[in-house]
């Protein structure tokens, strides 16, 4: 059976809807794993038409062994693509860089791979309403699988700080949006400090079972890799979610003996929302929060809920946090854009964050690295066409592709693109390649 421990002071419990043990430290789901092997799992992708055509639910032995069929809601999620991209592996500067899209997911980000394992622990628990705190992709993952569940949706979002392709998707799914006159954070401690009397259950990643989900990031892709892990593998870093569910997987994935090398975890922050970059650089390595800025909304957060559980994953993969600026998270997003692959803002801290440590010398040229991209590129349009167009405030935009306005005839046109090239060399030349 799975129970519930604490990652503080180890305290264990059936499972239950309470995350926070009175020791103040959160809850992790611990299993008692079966038989599994790595086989298995590649014979799970021939079976097709089954909900272990989920990217997440083909590894339910290693995400929720004991939930029933017929509560697991799933789009299904997951099977995103892992890229080879030579132009960003130059620009962040080692040979080997791929980048995981979970951007491809249904709703557009790495959430849904954790609220279709919510959802469906929420259902198994007779949940009626279900409730987040976002910065926009937590509350559009949710409202999507709470309309398909049937079940009541409320997200609390800060107001006017929200990507608009975020919010438009949490009010077309149906869910209740209610703005808090505050930061990610203040929306946050109403989830914490309301449920109990608001009556819903909690589908923030303080939510243990969310990182479950997300865990499956990470075997999906050595999954393909044919089970062979990076030397790295970087991601942004907001709520610490991911960073925590990432060195979860691995601590199971090598207590399962089904990998020999540990892939080391690089954390990156915006500067502007860097309490976890502080945290690490710290000597005492406890967290004080901060009042978070940042063009990258995903990430901007000043408090984040899962600090302790991602602490550990930086200590046992011998990881390390680093932090970005602004303007170097908008120019590592222009040259994934410009590859074709594209991701919102925050997802390209992971590119910009390995471009450092390369220049620093933390990673080697001639290791092999995985990028998350934790958004797709549509979810913040407003963002990348300000940026294209120069009208961001304090970035300079080294890599805009601008428009240009030309009379209707065939004349002018023919004499614009004998003047600048075409678009794909246009490209190549503000690469420097
Ligand atoms: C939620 C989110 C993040 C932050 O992930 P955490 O697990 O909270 O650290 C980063 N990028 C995108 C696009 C997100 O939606
Ligand atoms: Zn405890």
């Known amino acids: 059976m799975s129970i519930f421990k604490c990652i503080r002071c180890g305290l264990e419990k059936p499972v239950d809807d309470e995350y926070v043990c009175p020791c103040g430290g959160l809850f992790e789901v611990q299993h008692s794993f079966g038989d599994v092997s790595l086989d298995y799992f590649d014979g799970k992708l021939r079976e097709i038409g089954s909900s272990w055509n989920s990217g997440v639910w083909r590894y339910k032995e290693l995400i929720h062994p004991e939930i029933e069929q017929k509560y697991i809601v799933s789009r299904p999620e997951g099977n995103t693509n892992l890229y080879k991209r030579q132009r960003v592996a130059e620009y962040a500067g080692v040979d080997q860089l791929y980048l995981k899209h979970e951007g491809e997911n249904p709703s557009g980000s790495f959430k849904d791979r954790g609220m279709t394992v919510g959802v469906s622990v929420a259902l198994s628990r007779g949940a009626t309403k279900v409730a987040c705190a976002s ?30 392709g975020k919010l438009a998707q949490a009010l077309a799914y149906g869910a209740k949006v209610v703005q808090v006159r505050g930061n990610f954070d203040d929306a946050m401690d109403i989830v914490k400090n309301g449920s109990k009397r608001l009556g819903f259950y909690i589908l923030n990643s303080i939510n243990p079972w969310r990182i479950e989900g997300q865990k499956s990031i990470i075997f999906e892709m050595l999954q393909q890799r044919r089970w062979n892990p990076p030397d790295w593998i970087a991601v942004p870093a907001g709520n610490l979610g991911n960073t925590s569910a990432f060195g979860k997987a691995l601590r199971e994935l090598e207590q399962l003996g089904l990998i020999d090398k540990m892939p080391r975890i690089a954390s990156i922050q915006a500067e ?162």
């Open 135 to 164: 910065t926009g992709n937590t509350s559009a993952s949710m409202a999507a699988y709470a309309a398909q569940a049937g079940l009541q949706g409320v997200v609390f979002i800060p107001e006017g700080m929200i990507a608009y």
């Open 272 to 433: 502007g929302a860097n309490p976890f970059y502080q945290l690490w650089n710290s000597v005492d390595k406890k967290l004080v929060s901060m009042h978070p800025d940042t063009i990258a909304t995903a990430i901007k957060i000043g408090n984040p809920v899962s600090w302790e559980k991602a602490l550990r994953t930086i200590r046992e993969t011998d990881g390390i946090v680093e932090q970005v600026s602004d303007n170097e998270i908008m120019d590592a997003k222009a040259v994934i854009d410009a590859s074709g692959v594209g991701c919102e803002p925050a997802s390209a801290a992971s590119v910009a964050g390995v471009k450092k440590l390369r220049e620093k010398e933390v990673i080697a040229s001639d290791e092999s690295v995985v990028c998350i991209l934790t958004g797709n590129l549509m979810k913040d349009s407003d963002t990348t066409v300000k940026y294209h167009l120069g009208e961001l405030q304090g970035i300079d935009a080294r890599r805009s592709n601008k428009p240009v306005q030309v009379e209707p005839s065939l004349d002018s046109i023919e004499t614009l693109l004998q003047a600048t090239g075409t678009p794909s060399s246009v490209m190549v030349k503000n690469l420097g390649v």
